[in-house]
């Protein structure tokens, strides 16, 4: 009990917050754009040195490279990526699902739709890996589309953990379905939620990389914080 109290005492007051420092982060910005315009102009995985420039870069920038796998077997990871995972992503459904999701605005309605797209390429990299590749798929669809995919990874998680937020009542039932990852649509959902209380009490909007650049801030200055105890 006395540590739910702790917690609830130091829970982030959204009021408080300093919307206009996470609009944009001045170390990273710069490279982060390399990334996007990379994903921007090479959209589809259609060729295998584009598909491996975008998955060894975002993977490996990331701390979520994809070599990373249950069973090595007799691969080196250079036979690996031109064997393995550059055919995968080639024959995948991907590039469908990307299009379909390519111009449309985050909103209730299209959710379900992004998770399941998440949850396929996951499934997609379990075959070749045999690990569930959630923050590595989440950082690999984010860059595709940023304006959809929520950053997932455990430093966003914790920080996560700091906020009052909830799956809204409207997506609860989403869930339960089978095709979504179940941890990555209740962060999905709850960065949602909390997307939307901090653009209602700021009167601005923000979008997944700035919810991310608060996370992260967040999450940096609790360890800080703690290696000072």
Not at 204 to 225: F, M, S, V, Y
Request: glycine share 2%.
């Amino acid at each position: 009990m006395l540590n739910e109290i702790q917690r609830t005492e130091t829970m982030t007051d959204i009021s408080k917050l300093k919307i206009a420092t996470y609009k944009t982060n001045r170390h990273w910005d710069f490279g982060n754009k390399i990334l996007y315009d990379l994903c921007s102009i090479n959209f589809h995985h259609d060729q295998d040195d584009i598909i491996l420039t975008k998955v060894l870069f975002i993977g490996r920038i990331y701390a979520a490279a994809i070599e990373r796998r249950k069973n090595k077997s007799t691969d080196i990871n250079d036979d690996f990526y031109t064997n393995t995972v550059a055919p995968t992503f080639r024959n995948s459904n991907l590039d469908k699902h990307l299009a379909d999701l390519k111009g449309k605005k985050l909103t209730v309605d299209i959710i379900p739709q992004v998770l399941q797209v998440h949850y396929d390429l996951m499934k997609t990299l379990f075959k070749i890996t045999e690990l569930n590749k959630r923050s590595f798929c989440s950082k690999y669809l984010h860059f595709h589309l940023p304006d959809l995919f929520f950053i997932y990874d455990s430093r966003a998680l914790t920080a996560l953990r700091d906020f009052k937020s909830e799956v809204p009542k409207d997506l609860q039932e989403i869930l339960q379905l089978k095709n979504v990852d179940s941890e990555y649509a209740n962060f999905y959902c709850r960065s949602f939620d909390i997307k939307n209380k901090i653009e209602f009490e700021h009167k601005t909007e923000i979008t997944p990389r700035q919810l991310d650049n608060l996370l992260i801030e967040k999450a940096n200055g609790k360890k800080q914080t703690a290696s000072q105890q």
